[in-house]
């Protein structure tokens, strides 16, 4: 990496991996997928899709190797339903995906536009074919939301981005059916002044369980007098008590750098919604959006982002 960064993830020479001229029906643009894989070891991206009208559906994405030879539904995989859920009035956007064992299901936390603005919303899933929504869970404005993939303390756990201007911070939730969320705690703050996370952070994929605690990649927002800048940084917070901050780097480990994450729809950002591990448990693919227009793909190790945030946090 560029500015003396650590190299703790690289990207895929094939950048990007998908496009808007990759979809069998017209599109404006493809971006911030959540990510999975799926029991036969096939990865699957749920992708924000963007029509013409700048309203976003859902579509899946399935690939043998998770790089290329994408299959792509033919239509909208779970498109907005505002008929039924008057939430999703503008659209549904920017999922993370989480495998729940004791549901034996798939959950998709999604930012779903309402009249007032982001609101998050959950969905229940067996195959992607069919979802249970559970509507609105997180009243607007708040997004950059995922579940924690077990109960903690004998509750459900859901990290959010809720925005009390001028700053945005990172909060976690508690709840015991998935429909009713407590227990509202503070538990990443966006530093002030001139840092790479100032005024407003945001989870980004869905925390990983580790040993050492759950490993949060997030995502910081630079305002600067030509727009923002979108940068990722990685902290790590308890593993029985996920609102506890262990670890947190002072640096950003990554940030738009090639012309893809530049220039586009909304320039300077790389935004991952999802990732896949390898079968190592150590290797991570993370799935981003590229200045929110098409797809792009990098890869980590878990080890050596626990290893730098050891040094630099």
């Not at 290329?68 to 503008?90: H, R």
Request: aromatic share 10%.
């Amino acid at each position: 990496m560029n500015h003396g960064q650590p190299e703790l993830i690289t990207r895929h020479r094939r950048n990007p991996i998908l496009t808007a001229a990759d979809w069998p029906y017209p599109v404006h643009a493809v971006f911030n997928p959540a990510a999975t894989l799926l029991p036969d070891g096939t990865t699957l991206l749920l992708c924000r899709v963007e029509d013409s009208r700048g309203h976003s559906h859902l579509c899946a994405a399935r690939s043998a190797n998770g790089v290329d030879g994408w299959q792509i539904d033919p239509q909208p995989t779970m498109p907005a339903d505002p008929d039924n859920y008057p939430e999703e009035l503008w659209g549904i956007e920017d999922p993370r995906i989480t495998y729940v064992p004791e549901l034996a299901q798939y959950a998709i936390v999604y930012t779903a536009y309402t009249r007032d603005g982001p609101g998050v919303a959950l969905a229940l899933t067996k195959d992607f074919h069919a979802f249970e929504r559970y509507g609105l869970i997180m009243s607007p404005e708040d997004k950059d939301a995922a579940l924690l993939p077990r109960r903690i303390g004998g509750h459900w756990a859901l990290i959010h981005r809720p925005v009390s201007a001028p700053r945005a911070h990172m909060w976690i939730s508690y709840s015991p059916d998935l429909r009713h969320w407590g227990s509202h705690k503070l538990i990443l703050e966006a530093r002030r002044g001139a840092w790479w996370d100032a005024n407003k952070i945001g989870l980004s994929p869905p925390p990983i369980e580790t040993p050492q605690g759950w490993l949060v990649i997030y995502h910081g927002v630079r305002m600067t007098a030509a727009g923002c800048i979108y940068r990722l940084g990685l902290a790590l917070f308890d593993r029985d008590q996920p609102e506890r901050l262990l670890k947190r780097g002072d640096e950003w480990v990554f940030g738009p750098e090639e012309r893809y994450e530049q220039r586009g729809d909304v320039g300077n950002v790389v935004f991952p919604c999802g990732y896949t591990i390898g079968e190592d448990g150590d290797t991570i693919r993370l799935y981003y959006g590229a200045a929110d227009t098409t797809i792009a793909l990098a890869t980590g190790s878990i080890s050596a982002m626990l290893g730098w945030l050891e040094e630099h946090s």
